[in-house]
């Protein structure tokens, strides 16, 4: 109450007036006015969180297509390309590796992938591009002009191509060599909440079909558009709604909309001494939204948790009304825990506006580190040890030997000293310790906390690594192996330039399969392949990128140099189908964090049985009867 008893103030958190109006009937039985007047809700946002403009800095602007590429990975001023010195350089100044010529990268995809400069197989322009025409329906474009403002309308054709697709292997080469039989018919930014409840009303009342979009980084075929939906399909484009509501600095809680960027957020949060910590590889341009969408896993997860353990409280827009809880408290015994209807559900049950996550302060100290051991499974052996000791550090990450070449290879051009320096380095490890250059690998770590947490969790992992053959290889190699993940997503477009293709896939194993399904699914692509009798043999790598209690998420990179196949993506798409299912015999999931969207559901009523699959399909059923969201992800 006041200084005369008649306000009480009831914070942006309680999602909905009603709500906050009955609660402030209950408060008003404890409070006695000293005037006589009614107690009337004053709505506020949380302490010192003032609510922020859409157009303030963001990651990309609403017409992303002016700094991001639209025929490939990223932003436009960065890539790999062959420059006319003919060495591989690394464009644009946004990662360390920017500007610089990397000498050794050209003669690795020479020989590792069989690229060759000279064989080139340029994208088709934009313009060349053969589209679909709109399907248009009045009704709901007139009902969607009196909600959204004009600018946030458009049926423009790269608006529309741009929302057509995400970043698998088959969709870019569309990009570049082909095209989408079907694209959206109109794309939407709404601005708030409330115009996203009005915008599905007006879907449900003209029986449109729409596909929620974040950032665009699906890597599961979630984002295209069914080649046989004969209604209007408008793409729901979130980044407009990119704002932090509020921050709780006393229950270390935050709520933003959903279409928030990441490196927005944590940019944002950091400014108010705050973080969350989930830093998943696509943190620069996917959205919260979809982290909550797939349930993505960051590379801190061990010290932030995963999403679904940051996730506090969140909103979902269905066509039977929204989906939220009525309190936002750390844990709640109330029968299935609807959180876990919307985490994962892909855009099929509705949109995501707004959540609610956990915080924490910027950690005290941000440390790097590597190790080097003499083979993959003494690095394993060592990461299984780490684990069960539960002293991981925030992050620790284990790639093996191939790709440790390859990162090798994009070491830039260095002066005599530095070359001199990693020469003496590289004669310690594989002369005077016996390590082979054909088998060593790495681990890099970060270390985040207090200054007392970081140096007893460097002890404990290096001392661990030592009983593993494992060698402290240095707080530089550590820290760009870890930015290096940012910048390794760009060198899929390079090979696409040049006749090579390439996909990432993962999945989560338990700790003693985790061997097995590395060399498994490495033989089973070489036996493939050679039914394809292709021009180089493929390239299969992996690496352990977290782990766990029970086990651990492992990453598989797969590269095919297609010159010669008629039908290339046919043929990566089989050979990384034989892939996927040797993960399944091996004991692996369908993904540990990519989601399954429409290229894994063929394996969905395996993973999680006819009952299972009946399960999710009731729960569509009665969510969303007319298919409204209809993109066809997950289901069988």
Request: glycine share 8%.
């Amino acid at each position: 109450a006041g200084k005369n008893g008649v306000l009480i103030s009831i914070a942006a958190c309680n999602f909905m007036s009603g709500k906050a109006e009955r609660r402030l009937e209950v408060l008003s039985g404890h409070v006695r006015p000293s005037t006589g007047q009614a107690l009337k809700p004053k709505f506020c946002a949380a302490r010192g969180s003032p609510r922020e403009d859409a157009t303030a800095r963001r990651a990309f602007p609403r017409k992303r297509q002016e700094v991001l590429k639209w025929n490939g990975w990223g932003f436009k001023d960065s890539e790999f390309l062959v420059n006319d010195k003919g060495v591989i350089e690394f464009t644009g100044g946004r990662y360390k590796l920017s500007g610089h010529d990397l000498p050794g990268l050209r003669d690795f995809a020479e020989k590792e992938m069989g690229m060759d400069v000279n064989y080139r197989t340029p994208s088709q322009t934009l313009s060349d591009m053969p589209v679909p025409e709109a399907v248009k329906h009045e009704g709901f474009l007139h009902a969607v002009q009196k909600v959204a403002r004009r600018e946030c309308i458009s049926d423009l054709v790269d608006d529309r191509l741009q929302h057509a697709h995400g970043h698998t292997c088959h969709e870019v080469y569309a990009l570049r060599h082909g095209q989408f039989q079907r694209i959206p018919d109109l794309v939407v930014w709404p601005e708030n909440h409330d115009q996203v409840v009005k915008i599905v009303e007006a879907a449900c009342f003209y029986n449109i079909c729409l596909i929620p979009f974040g950032g665009g980084t699906s890597v599961s075929g979630a984002l295209e558009c069914p080649k046989d939906e004969k209604r209007m399909i408008v793409s729901i484009d979130m980044t407009d709604m990119n704002k932090i509501l509020w921050v709780d600095e006393e229950n270390l809680t935050m709520c933003a909309e959903a279409g928030i960027i990441g490196e927005d957020l944590e940019r944002k949060l950091a400014a108010k001494g705050y973080c969350t910590g989930h830093d998943p590889d696509s943190r620069e341009v996917s959205s919260l939204g979809g982290w909550i969408a797939t349930r993505a896993s960051g590379m801190k997860k061990n010290v932030y948790g995963n999403i679904e353990d940051l996730l506090v409280g969140v909103k979902l827009v269905t066509p039977r009304g929204v989906i939220e809880r009525s309190c936002q408290v750390p844990r709640i015994s109330a029968g299935p825990d609807i959180h876990h209807f919307v985490l994962g559900s892909e855009g099929t049950l509705g949109i995501i506006t707004e959540a609610v996550l956990k915080i924490r302060p910027l950690p005290e100290l941000k440390k790097f580190g590597s190790l080097v051991f003499p083979d993959f499974e003494s690095g394993v052996s060592c990461m299984r040890e780490v684990a069960r000791q539960r002293c991981a550090p925030a992050s620790i990450r284990l790639v093996d030997n191939r790709q440790f070449r390859f990162g090798h290879a994009l070491k830039p051009e260095q002066s005599f000293f530095a070359s001199l320096k990693d020469s003496v380095k590289a004669f310690y490890v594989t002369k005077f310790k016996g390590f082979d250059p054909e088998k060593l690998c790495v681990a890099t770590l970060l270390f985040e906390g207090s200054r007392e947490v970081v140096e007893s969790q460097e002890r404990r992992v290096y001392n661990i690594a030592a009983k593993f053959g494992g060698l402290p290889a240095g707080e530089e190699n550590g820290e760009r192996g870890y930015m290096l993940t940012f910048a390794i997503a760009y060198m899929r477009d390079l090979g696409m330039e040049y006749g090579v293709v390439a996909e990432s896939f993962e999945t989560s194993l338990p700790w003693d399969r985790v061997l097995d399904a590395c060399r498994n699914v490495k033989d089973r692509v070489q036996r493939e392949s050679q039914r394809y009798r292709l021009h180089h043999d493929p390239v299969v790598s992996c690496r352990v990128t977290q782990t766990y209690d029970a086990g651990a998420c492992i990453y598989f990179y797969l590269i095919l140099n297609y010159r010669g196949l008629s039908d290339p993506v046919h043929t990566f798409d089989e050979i990384e189908r034989a892939a996927r299912e040797e993960v399944l015999s091996s004991g692996g999931s369908i993904s540990h964090h990519h989601g399954v969207g429409k290229i894994r559901k063929r394996w969905l009523r395996e993973t999680v049985s006819e009952a299972g699959v009946e399960m999710l399909r009731a729960i569509k059923q009665q969510t969303d009867p007319q298919n409204i969201f209809g993109c066809g992800n997950l289901i069988p």
